[in-house]
């Protein structure tokens, strides 16, 4: 799993609880989005029949990128699709900043 911020948090919590059901998995904290590291995710994927990308938003964001990459550059390491692991979509709040 590749995580950014407080999901890094949820990522461990789940490698975790697969650990006691016997599943090894591997977590990979992004401290920063940018420069992406795509050589330590390709290596993970090389490594791994299945992965995960775990962040807030499904959308537009880290998991999709993330997403995106797996899937040009790696796609013959999986045995399933990339899968993200996603908060529910909302509709952010915008501030008018005139007047």
């Known amino acids: 799993?590749?995580?950014?911020g407080l999901m890094v948090l949820r990522?461990?919590?789940?490698?975790?609880i697969l650990a006691k059901q016997g599943i090894s998995a591997e977590v990979i904290?992004?401290?920063?989005?940018?420069?992406l590291d795509k050589k330590t995710?390709?290596?993970?994927?090389a490594r791994r029949a299945a992965w995960r990308s775990r962040t807030s938003?499904?959308?537009c964001g880290f998991s999709a990128e993330?997403?995106?990459m797996a899937a040009e550059e790696a796609l013959d390491e999986l045995d399933a699709p990339v899968r993200r692991i996603c908060?529910?979509?909302r509709a952010a709040r915008v501030?008018?900043?005139?007047?």
């Open 95 to 99: 501030q008018s900043i005139a007047g």
């Open 11 to 16: 990522a461990l919590e789940a490698a975790e």
């Open 66 to 68: 993330v997403a995106a």
């Open 1 to 4: 799993m590749v995580a950014v």
């Open 29 to 35: 904290d992004r401290g920063r989005l940018f420069p």
């Open 41 to 45: 995710i390709l290596e993970s994927i």
């Open 57 to 59: 938003y499904s959308n």
């Open 87 to 89: 908060g529910l979509a």
